[in-house]
Nanobody, 124 residues
Framework: QVRLVESGGGSVQPGGSLILSCEAS????????MAWYRQAPGNQREWVAS??????????ESVKGRFTISRASRANAVNTVTLQMDSLKAEDTAVYYC???????????????WGQGTLVTVSS
């Protein structure tokens, strides 16, 4: 099994910064893509940013220039993706979810998993 554990949510004033972290572990052979999504109250879940194995990063227009996604691989197949969020706005308030997909060392071969979510509140 592949597991994602998120951390780093909290409350911050507009203009402030937060860093979210997501650690993927378990039966990972390769990870093709790690991404962050968010879901504000009453809204559908939306994509925020992605980091592919090739090192390509992409961002939603609403966060471009303010958020930075980065990935790191460590020993024992532990992969971490972080989301540095700067110049936060009230409209960034949401539950943020980590997502990862790739190939597992066990069947089923492919995995696509989600973290439990972490709440980010931007308010004065």
């Amino acid at each position: 099994q592949v597991r994602l554990v998120e951390s780093g949510g909290g409350s911050v004033q507009p203009g402030g910064s937060l860093i979210l972290s997501c650690e993927a572990s378990g039966t990972i052979l390769t990870i093709d893509n790690m991404a962050w999504y968010r879901q504000a109250p009453g809204n559908q879940r939306e994509w925020v940013a992605s980091d592919t194995t090739g090192g390509t990063t992409t961002y939603a227009e609403s966060v471009k220039g303010r958020f930075t996604i980065s990935r790191a691989s460590r020993a024992n197949a532990v992969n971490t993706v972080t989301l540095q969020m700067d110049s936060l706005k009230a409209e960034d308030t949401a539950v943020y979810y980590c997502n990862a997909n790739g190939e597992s060392t066990i069947l089923p071969k492919n995995f696509d998993v989600w973290g439990q979510g972490t709440l980010v509140t931007v308010s004065s």
